[in-house]
């Protein structure tokens, strides 16, 4: 009885260091099994999300505490192998005081780890508003609508780049051509190749008296 007495009182004594003890081998188990069998044999590890956001924004602001640029999505994956995130349906925004608004969305969207690179892919349409005071009716500078299936964009530069065909709609009439450079902050777009569509003609000049 008495070394029964005494071998419970020793296991009542070790029992916090058994406890740690465990808790370590279960960490330590935990983590061997997270590892991927490449990253084990010294390769690469896997492209695989290392975190996930559902109904992701982040926001920009400015030096007067207002949003200049806004990027929001369906659902965001971080990959901690390249540091790069994934988006479903991204809606990307620029709101630069002085300068027309932009809106585009997509279904797919990747930031690169510096946040400066983005690329969408899929039913790619991009809104830029008028210019504050300007005219929509014909103007150049109006209400600008881009349609594509693929756009890369660089935040910072704020210009706007494809390879893949493009539909551009404003107040003169529809473009379409292949391939685009779009430098939102100039306001000037160039389509690379097989451009066509229908322009209305601006307004003529009023004759000098």
Same mark, same amino acid.
């Given at each position: 009885m008495d070394r029964t007495r005494y071998l419970l009182d020793r296991l009542t004594a070790w029992s916090p260091v058994l406890l740690l003890g465990g808790l370590a081998a279960l960490t330590y188990w935990l983590d061997a099994q997270i590892q991927s069998p490449a990253?084990?044999?010294? /390769?690469? #590890? &896997?492209?695989? *999300?290392d975190m996930y956001i559902e109904n992701f924004r982040a926001v920009s602001l400015g030096a007067d505490g207002k949003p200049?640029?806004?990027i929001s999505a369906k659902r965001a994956e971080h990959f901690g192998d390249d540091q790069t995130t994934e988006l479903v349906e991204p809606r990307?925004? +620029?709101?630069? #005081? /002085? &300068? *027309?608004? +932009?809106a585009l969305t997509a279904r797919h969207g990747k930031l690169s780890a510096d946040r400066e690179n983005a690329t969408f892919r899929g039913d790619v349409h991009a809104v830029r508003d008028s210019p504050a005071g300007g005219a929509a009716d014909g103007t150049p500078g109006g209400r600008f609508t881009l349609r594509t299936e693929e756009l890369h964009v660089q935040t910072r530069q704020q210009r706007f780049t494809t390879d893949k065909p493009v539909t551009i709609e404003e107040p &003169?009439? $529809? $473009? &379409?051509?292949?391939? +685009?450079e779009f430098d939102n902050l100039a306001k000037t777009a160039v389509l690379k190749g097989q451009v066509r569509g229908t322009m209305q003609p601006g307004p003529a000049p009023t004759p000098t008296p």
């Open positions: 990253g084990n044999r010294g /390769g690469a #590890p &896997r492209h695989e *999300p200049r640029q806004s990307f925004e +620029l709101t630069e #005081p /002085g &300068r *027309p608004a +932009l &003169r009439g $529809i $473009i &379409r051509g292949v391939g +685009l």
